[in-house]
């Protein structure tokens, strides 16, 4: 049985007309089903209402009034058996007619059906009649279906609960002679059941009525009942067969002889005379004296209803003059609001600012918003204020009684103060177009009607005004101190208006009047909303937007049954939203709690047309709901096809930016009233057109939105014009008033839901109230800049790019990290070709062949790895990545160009490897061959010694052994590696370098020799290409200079630590060296595009960094040709040579002596090792320890380093030094803070360690396993070979230490060799990590490593290195080829020096307020000549340079200059500048706040 009332609630919330036609189904035979389950519509609506409490009872009245059905006047209570005047749930009905008297002017009256002195006429029933009076009442009312009557569904089964019912329902007239039934409005009223046994009703019925229509076959002329009739009474027969006298029966209408039609027609004569000639006029409202005097309850009775009546009673009771009231009980919304408003966009587009300095102009702004607050906080709460706080902080039953008291009053009022003016407004109209008058006269008439327009505006007042209020009394009190009485006073009203949008009562989210929204009011309800519900908050958003009058709020309320304002006295102004709780069956299948419903004022509505902004209002209003929906419904009217047009191109502009933005929200276009039940197919041609148009907008609005590749609407969206067009029959099937609701509308509305369901199903994103709070306030900061860029301003995105540069980041390292492993381990395996590749048909070329091929592979497999977690990032339905699809391709360039660059390094390095080990093989021949015939000769003496057999002493030996030396020296010719001039091969280096470079470009070189240069420091000369640069440059030619100079000099310092490093490397000099200084110069030149360094300058450059390199490499040169002389080498080995013959010819074991020469080769080895491993574990530490969020993504960094200086406070050495030297500034501080971290706890030492142990291990496990194998180690020289094959990808072994190893090697031992060799491996062990924790300089130790963290490390965070073309802030844009640069937070330009040409004063302009202004700028790319900054992307296309989202956005560096105006000053000669008022009252917190905000961070 539940489901019949649920069945008929749902069709009827939907204004179905069928809804009381449900029935119930049965399992059972159709037989048994009909008796047992069938339930007269009167008895099921009796029990529906008995049941459901005011609201509900309301909602119902006013959809069955919307259906033409009756509806309860007195409702019955068979347990109790009394009945209950129903005069709350009638209030709500608002009726719209034209009496008869009003036809001339065309004038309507609209007003609630509770209120209208309309007379009542009833029809009751004594006993048996053969006449249906239901049918005679439908009949009159040329509906067939307003009272339930026997004939339909269900109507014959007999009734239970519902006799005693009485229903009533309206005839209103349209105004339309031939139409109309009556002339006058006219209740009518029909009791259910015999009035024998409901007297008190029909007692009741006689005191409220006009007349009484009594149906009765029975009635006797002397009848009790007639004595209390005070009123005309109609019996209405079949026939006659008594005679009535007296004057109680004035009139008996008999029906004999008659067909239907006739006896109606005398009916409705009948009832037509009564209402003509009727005194007796009582409102439903007066009847509850009567009902009370009767016995009978009154709903409104209740202590709640009472309760809040009175309280809403005694807001509204005095208002005469909205306007007053306005200004008088809610001074703060009026004109101060308006101002705030106006001054809040004025600061995000300076429109107004003249010729007035930009910093100037906004704190005079902020100045003005400062004093309006202040007047805002001089107000004490009003009485009305007060009352209404009262009311809402009553009980949840008394404060749901109260808001709609608030709103029936306020909207009486509304109705009736904007009725008069809306028919002055048409009179003037009209007045306006008849008359021919003079100019003057015209322009006063339209003068007249804009006023007329305004006061509709402000006479306007409704329960919006009051929260309003609310919100402003709120957003005053915020701007106070935190301690303040009056803030803390403050801070529960969001409660109480988030208890209100729990409730279902809509809030005002866009002020329509201000044209506004106020952020902090809307974000405290939201977030105490949040709270409320233990933040299961998750929520879709679907929003309507349409032309005014085309029915939007209807079809919300239709389908979501809900209730937005729809009568024509109060249109919709601004957007107000609304939440729906769903169910638990489909929290499941939608993901959210509830459904935010937006409902928008009426795109180029009348009300705006006489004002200015109207097309920009519209625009903004429709780029946010848009932005805020997942859903957005179109809502069109067939009939208006140029406001279509405008609503279209309105619309498409809205879904460009948001397709900016990375947010594409479904889309529907509801056409209503379309009249035709084919129109779907009918209109198949119209959606062609409609599709044409969308495609032409779209390349309008993209033209003007300067996206040119956007060609067509499907560019923006998915759209499919059959299945995102939706056609709506008119509301009324007929003629309003009286025409029901149309049958076709509410299943076209059904359907339509149905569709929308689906796609709130598949929406991907799944946010609660916090992230649409933030998505608010993003969006709407973004629509107050005109140009709505959307950017990293917007928090959202700022957060999810964030997150993805981390991501992006992390993946680039462990790409990194895994090649740059895989390359040590490649660089080691050459290093030690020869020794470890056996195989003499093997060459290094072949090796390197092979690597090359394997290095390929990896970084193939590296790149793809990438590509795959970017696309696993993007399914994600988390984290918002919709918002930065825009920016997935840089990183897939990224991607691709790390592996370049990445490929390139592998194979510089490799190919370096092999040329110096290429270059060490003459070498290591020369040294090989000595050693050979040392041995030989050795090996001969000693045969010789054993053959003679005679008891040599060891001096003998010796002896012997000095003869065989001197003359094997002798006989060696020893020849040492060739002298190199390294001068002269630089030079020809040089000369290659530059050979695809100009003829003037190479001639630079001639008659030069390095020798001469890089002695003397290096000075950027000024030459003849100065005088050659542009006439306006020579301005800035000192500046530019400088910056040269500082430039040139950080490529010295580069390259100078380069050739520090190759120089302690233990290799000869290689001319891959001087081929990587020249790309190390090059590259720092190509990444610094915003400085052009001059060919003269260049060639200068390279010739003064060679210099240095020659001489210094010249030195390690001959240094190691004088360390590897051969003749010196061999004298050297001497003393080894000697012992090992001593031994071998005393047949003494070798194996402790090899196995410590072979340890005194492996501490070197580990060493190296070590130090190689260390660098890519240093950054895993910085990146993973204490801070690590300062080195996640380039804005972190950023944030970390402004938040450092802020903290220091310091000018000289701190943000001097960034300011003018900021990539030096960076790459110290940074530095610093890895040093400061491996301080901590001995950070380093235990990495050290770490690796020593793993390496150590190796070694151990390493003989472990060659002494398992027996079979094939023979001897200790084939043991060590093993060794060195197994660890030759780990540790590089010098060869000729390892040839005089296996000199004169050839003990068989190899279990005690092995023994002896665990035990050195354990002492290299403990010497070493004895040594790690000594410490020392951690700066020398990061210095030495060949992979320099902090090298890295700065590489990756420093980033692109540009800087904003104007005022020099870094960019922080993620990967290495995005796009387009931004920075997070732009500087006053005087920051870096800028002055005023004219004064010599500092300047105060930041390009982010420039960029919103009409001022101008001037460079050497414009030619000198001024330029709006408006349009820097002409100049400057890879920038993005939005406004600041608040005036307080770069207080940081507003701060700074206020603080360090007099030394900046100072250090650029120039005089300070002229600070605007409100930078000097800024605090170091007021900085830090502004900090954290701009880059998003949290507290």
């Known amino acids: 049985m539940q489901s019949l009332p649920g069945a008929f609630l749902k069709k009827l919330m939907m204004a179905n007309l069928n809804a009381r036609s449900v029935t119930l189904k049965s399992d059972t035979d159709e037989s048994d089903s009909e008796n047992s389950y069938a339930i007269n519509p009167l008895d099921l609506i009796t029990a529906l209402f008995l049941c459901s409490d005011g609201f509900l009872q309301q909602e119902m009245v006013q959809k069955m009034s919307m259906c033409q059905f009756a509806v309860p006047l007195l409702l019955p209570n068979c347990d109790t058996e009394q009945s209950t005047l129903m005069l709350w749930a009638l209030r709500d009905i608002v009726r719209k007619f034209r009496p008869s008297s009003q036809m001339d002017t065309k004038s309507f009256i609209e007003e609630r059906i509770v209120l209208s002195d309309i007379p009542m006429v009833s029809f009751v029933r004594l006993g048996e009649s053969n006449l249906s009076k239901s049918n005679m009442l439908n009949k009159l009312l040329s509906n067939p279906d307003t009272f339930v009557h026997r004939d339909m569904d269900c109507g014959d089964v007999p009734r239970k609960i519902s006799d005693g019912l009485v229903e009533i329902s309206w005839y209103l007239p349209c ?162 609001w308006k101002e705030l408003s106006q001054l809040e966009k004025e600061r995000c587009r300076l429109r107004k600012q003249g010729d007035q300095d930009t910093e100037h102009y906004k704190s ?238 009426g795109l180029k509505s009348p009300e705006l047309a006489q004002l200015d902004h109207s097309y920009e209002h519209d625009n903004e209003l429709a780029t946010l709901v848009i932005g805020l929906s997942d859903v957005t419904i179109i809502n069109m009217s067939m009939e208006n096809s140029t406001e279509m047009k405008d609503i279209l191109q309105i619309v498409v502009h809205a879904f460009i930016r948001m397709k900016e933005v990375g947010k594409k929200p479904v889309c529907h276009f509801v056409h209503q009233n379309v009249s035709d039940v084919s129109a779907h197919d009918n209109n198949m041609r119209d959606r062609k057109k409609l599709l044409e148009q969308l495609n032409e907008m779209t390349q309008a609005a993209a033209r003007m939105e300067k996206k040119e590749n956007i060609t067509k609407f499907t560019d923006v969206m998915e759209y499919d014009p059959h299945t995102s067009s939706y056609y709506i029959p008119g509301l009324w099937h007929g003629t309003p008033p009286m025409a029901p609701v149309n049958a076709g509308y509410s299943e076209a509305v059904y359907d339509f839901k149905k569709s929308l369901m689906k796609d709130l199903r598949i929406c991907p994103k799944n946010d609660d109230l916090t992230h649409f709070m933030k998505w608010t306030e993003s969006l709407w900061e973004s629509v107050k800049f005109e140009n709505f860029i959307f950017s990293f301003r917007n928090s959202l995105v700022a957060d999810a790019y964030s997150r993805l540069c981390s991501e992006y980041n992390g993946w680039e390292w462990a790409f990194q990290k895994e090649m740059y492993t895989w390359m040590v381990s490649a660089e080691t395996n050459i290093s030690n070709f020869g020794m470890t590749v056996l195989n003499h048909q093997i060459t290094i070329r072949d090796v390197l062949k092979d690597l090359m091929t394997e290095a390929s592979k990896k970084l193939a497999e590296g790149e793809m790895e990438i590509q795959d977690n970017l696309v696993k990032y993007f399914k994600k339905q988390d984290g918002h990545v919709n918002l930065v699809e825009n920016y997935r391709e840089g990183f897939v360039s990224s991607a691709k160009t790390l592996k370049r660059e990445t490929e390139n390094t592998v194979s510089n390095v490799l190919h370096g490897a092999v040329e110096i080990r290429e270059g060490m093989t003459q070498l290591d021949d020369i040294k090989s061959s000595q050693a050979n015939t040392m041995e030989n000769m050795v090996l001969a003496l000693l045969q010789t010694c054993k053959q003679n057999k005679s008891d040599l002493s060891e001096q003998d030996l010796i002896e012997e052994f000095e003869r065989m030396w001197k003359k094997t020296l002798s006989e060696i010719k020893f020849r040492g590696l060739r002298r190199r001039k390294i001068a002269q091969d630089a030079f020809s280096i040089l000369q290659y370098h530059l050979s695809t470079r100009s003829g003037y470009v190479r001639s630079l070189l001639d008659g030069n020799s390095l020798v001469d240069f890089g002695k003397r420091p290096f000075v950027v000369e000024s030459g003849d ?401 001024f330029h709006p900054y408006k349009d820097y992307q002409k100049y400057y296309p890879h920038w993005i340079i939005t406004g600041d989202p608040s005036i307080k956005a770069s207080d940081y560096w507003k701060y700074v200059m206020a603080t360090y105006n007099e030394r900046i000053a100072k250090d650029k000669h120039v005089l300070p500048a002229d600070i605007p008022e409100d930078w000097t009252t800024l605090t170091r917190n007021d900085a830090l706040k502004s900090l954290k905000e701009s880059f998003h961070m949290k507290d």
């Open 364 to 601: 005079s702004l902020k100045k003005k918003e400062i004093e309006l607050r202040k007047k805002q906080q001089s107000f004490d709460m009003t009485e009305a204020m007060t009352n209404f706080l009262i009311g809402m902080s009553s009980s949840e039953v008394e404060r749901s009684y109260f808001i709609k008291w608030m709103r029936i009053y306020l909207d009486n009022m509304s109705r009736k103060n904007l009725s008069g003016l809306r028919e002055k407004y048409k009179m003037l109209q009209e007045k306006e177009s008849a008359d021919e008058k003079d100019i003057a006269d015209l322009e006063r008439q339209k003068k007249d009607i804009a006023d007329l327009d305004r006061q509709i505006s402000d006479g306007s007042l409704g329960l919006e005004h009051f929260l309003r209020e609310l919100g402003q009394l709120y957003e005053a009190a915020c701007s106070l101190p935190e301690s303040s009485l009056q803030r803390k006073q403050m801070e529960h009203l969001p409660g109480l208006c988030a208890q209100m949008l729990l409730d279902g009562f809509p809030i005002e989210l866009v002020d329509g009047d201000a044209s506004n929204i106020p952020l902090k009011w809307i974000s405290a309800v939201l977030t105490q909303l949040h709270t409320l519900v233990k933040s299961n908050s998750k929520i879709r958003v679907v929003t309507v937007l349409g032309v005014q009058s085309t029915g939007k709020s209807t079809l919300l309320n239709t389908m979501f049954g809900v209730q937005f304002a729809v009568s024509s006295g109060r249109c919709t102004r601004g957007a107000f939203m609304l939440l729906i709780k769903v169910n638990k069956e489909l929290k499941e299948e939608l993901k959210c709690d509830f459904i935010m419903v937006i409902d928008t004022e």
């Open 1025 to 1425: 290409w100065w005088q050659k640069t542009k006439e306006f440059m020579i301005i800035w030619n000192r500046d530019v200079r400088k910056k040269l100079q500082d430039f040139c000099n950080d490529i010295i310092t580069q390259c100078q630590e380069f050739i520090t490093q190759k120089v302690n490397s233990k290799t000869d000099y290689h001319d891959t060296y001087i081929k990587e200084l020249l790309d190390i110069i090059d590259k720092t030149s190509q990444q610094n595009k915003k400085l052009k360094v001059p060919d003269e300058c260049e060639v200068n450059l390279k010739l003064h960094i060679c210099g240095i390199a020659a001489r210094t490499f010249q030195k390690k040169h001959d240094d190691l040709i004088a360390v590897n002389d051969p003749r010196k080498c061999l004298e050297q080995s001497k003393n080894k040579y000697l012992t090992d013959f001593i031994d071998l010819f005393h047949n003494r074991d070798q194996c402790l002596k090899k196995a410590e020469e072979f340890t005194k080769l492996l501490l070197p080895a580990v060493q190296d090792y070590v130090t190689k491993m260390i660098g890519p574990d240093v950054v895993d530490e910085v990146k993973t320890g204490e801070g690590s969020e300062d080195y996640s993504a380039r804005g972190a960094f950023q944030f970390s380093i402004l938040k450092q200086l802020l903290m220091d406070g310091k000018y000289d050495g701190n943000y001097r030094e960034y300011i003018n030297h900021y990539e030096k500034f960076v790459k110290n501080w940074l530095f610093d803070r890895i040093v400061q971290q491996l301080s901590k706890e001995c950070r380093l030492e235990k990495l050290e360690k770490k690796h020593l142990s793993a390496i150590v291990k190796i070694i151990t496990d390493t003989i472990s396993n060659i002494r398992k194998s027996h079979s094939t180690v023979k001897d200790i020289k084939t043991f060590i070979q093993n060794m060195c094959s197994a660890l030759g990808k780990k540790l590089v072994f010098p060869k000729d230490g390892l040839d005089l190893i296996m000199t004169l090697n050839y003990s068989d031992n190899t279990e005690q060799f092995a023994d002896y060799l665990t035990d050195y491996v354990g002492e290299i062990k403990q010497s070493l990590a004895a040594e790690y924790d000594k410490g020392g300089d951690i700066k020398e130790r990061l210095r030495s490593l060949p992979f320099k963290p902090q090298d890295k490390m700065f590489t990756s965070l420093f980033g692109c290195g540009e800087v904003c073309p104007f005022c020099k802030a870094p960019c922080e844009a993620g990967g290495k080829e995005h796009s387009k640069h931004f920075s997070s937070i732009h500087r006053p330009q005087g920051v870096r020096g800028l002055k005023d040409k004219d004064t010599n004063v500092l300047v105060t302009n930041i390009c982010s307020s420039d960029v919103i202004s009409e001022s101008q700028f001037r460079t050497s790319l414009t030619e000198g000549k």
């Open 175 to 336: 105004g339309k002679r031939n139409i109309d039934r009556f002339t006058k409005p006219v209740a009518f009223a029909n009791l259910r059941g015999d009035i024998r046994s409901f007297k008190t009703q029909f007692s009741f019925l006689c005191q409220t009525s006009a007349a009484i229509y009594m149906f009765s076959d029975e009635l006797e002329p002397d009848s009790e009942l007639l004595k209390d009739i005070n009123t005309e009474l109609f019996l209405v027969v079949n026939s006659q067969r008594k005679t009535f006298t007296g004057d109680k029966v004035t009139h008996v209408i008999e029906k004999k002889g008659r067909n239907e039609a006739a006896f109606v027609k005398t009916l409705q004569s009948s009832v037509g005379d009564v209402i003509e000639n009727c005194q007796n006029k009582l409102t439903i409202e007066k009847m509850d004296v009567i009902a009370r005097q009767s016995g009978i309850l009154v709903d409104e009775d209740s202590d709640e209803c009472r309760s809040a009546r009175k309280m809403a009673d005694k807001i509204t009771s005095n208002i005469t003059d909205t306007i007053t009231f306005k200004d008088k009980q809610l001074p703060l919304q009026g004109q101060i």
